[in-house]
Each structure stands twice: as C-alpha cells, then as structure tokens.
T-cell receptor
Framework: GQQVMQIPQYQHVQEGEDFTTYCNSS?????IQWYKQRPGGHPVFLIQ?????EVKKQKRLTFQFGEAKKNSSLHITATQTTDVGTYFC????????FGAGTRLTVKP | DAGVTQSPTHLIKTRGQHVTLRCSPI?????VSWYQQVLGQGPQFIFQ???????GRGNFPDRFSARQFPNYSSELNVNALLLGDSALYLC????????????FGPGTRLLVL
C-alpha cells in the first residue's frame, strides 16, 4: 500500500537559520497537504499542493510538489522561535497518509 | 463560528472496556474523518464519513467502528480496548470529500491501563 516517508525526524536550528523537511511517497499522489502541530496541540492545515511541479509561498514558508507528484518539501527561511513544532506532510490518494513528521526546535 | 469540537478531552479506561468518542464538525461541513495519533508518530487514518455513509477505512481491526448522524456529528467506538489503543484520537472535518482541506479538532487523549 501507499507509504509516506518524511525526513529528517528531528531538526534543531539556531534562530535565523533555514529549515527544510522532505516528504516521499511510494505512489503517485492526487495532492499533498502540509500541517503543523505544536507540542500538545492538534495538526493545523498549512497548504495543499495539487499540480505537478507546483510551488507555493506563505511568507517565509516555501512548499514544492515534485514533477512526478511523489515528493514534496517545505522550506522555512530565517526560522523564528514561533516556528517550533512538528511539520507533517499528508499524501492523498484515495485515503490520507501522514508522514511521521519532522520535529523542529529553534534555539533563540 | 466554532471549530471542530471533540469530547471528552481525556479518558482513562482499562483493558477490555469499550469507549465512545464524539465529534462535532464545523457548521456546514459534511465530512468527518477519524485519526489515531500515537505519541511521536503522524496521525493514522481510521475512517471517513460523508453524508452519513462510510467513504473510507484505514487498516484498523473490526473493534473500531464509527457512524455519522443526520446533523453530521460523529462517534468513534472502540471495543475490547488494548493497551496499544492508548493514543490521541483526532477528528477532522471538511466541506466535502477527503481531498479537501481538513480542520482538526483538539482530540481526545485515551489512556488504556
């Protein structure tokens, strides 16, 4: 069945440094969604990518969907302490499969 | 408008017991999905209901069941609880089918002793 792998598992950065998390699916996806979950909280929707090669930006966050619609990335420029949390990708192909997440910590 | 609500927020049960978790979607949303999130992992899809019909089922045993009511609220039932069922159970609502944006509720944290 469909599997979604996400790396790295953890990332610790100094405030102001950049951060990237990568997501790979074993099958072609209809779309991919990204979520952020703060410690003790619930996943909050960030964005959905649908088209092959699509790139979307939200302020310091850049999301990419691969040409084959099997991989995706989230890049954060100049991290801030408010970026702390776990970032999940979720691949959608009949059902929704979440990656294990990348836990980001930011040192002030 | 209220977001997705879930009850109870926390629950402690013992092995073999039964549990019912409840979810109210955002007003106007017709789809409810249930997820299980074990500590340190991503949410795992359990069920999706749309217009009171089951539209998707994840790889969970038959001990897990759900239903959706005419007002689009939903219940998740788990029978014969196991220690491994301890997790955060998340409900997500969306306007239509699964491929749309999902809005998660705060979850029910279940501990099975």
């Amino acid at each position: 069945g469909q599997q979604v792998m996400q790396i790295p598992q953890y990332q610790h950065v100094q405030e102001g440094e950049d951060f990237t998390t990568y997501c790979n699916s074993s099958t072609t996806l209809s779309n991919i969604q990204w979520y952020k979950q703060r410690p003790g909280g619930h996943p909050v929707f960030l964005i959905q990518l649908v088209k092959s090669g699509e790139v979307k930006k939200q302020k310091r966050l850049t999301f990419q969907f691969g040409e084959a619609k099997k991989n995706s990335s989230l890049h954060i420029t100049a991290t801030q302490t408010t970026d702390v949390g776990t970032y999940f990708c979720a691949g959608n192909n009949n059902d929704m499969r979440f990656g294990a997440g990348t836990r980001l910590t930011v040192k002030p | 408008d209220a977001g997705v609500t879930q009850s109870p927020t926390h629950l402690i049960k013992t092995r073999g017991q039964h549990v019912t978790l409840r979810c109210s979607p955002i007003s106007g949303h017709k789809s409810v999905s249930w997820y299980q999130q074990v500590l340190g992992q991503g949410p795992q899809f359990i069920f999706q209901y749309y217009e009171k019909e089951e539209r998707g089922r994840g790889n969970f045993p038959d001990r897990f069941s759900a239903r959706q009511f005419p007002n689009y609220s939903s219940e998740l039932n788990v029978n014969a609880l196991l220690l491994g069922d301890s997790a955060l159970y998340l409900c997500a609502s969306s306007p239509g089918l699964l491929k749309e944006t999902q809005y998660f509720g705060p979850g029910t944290r279940l501990l099975v002793l």
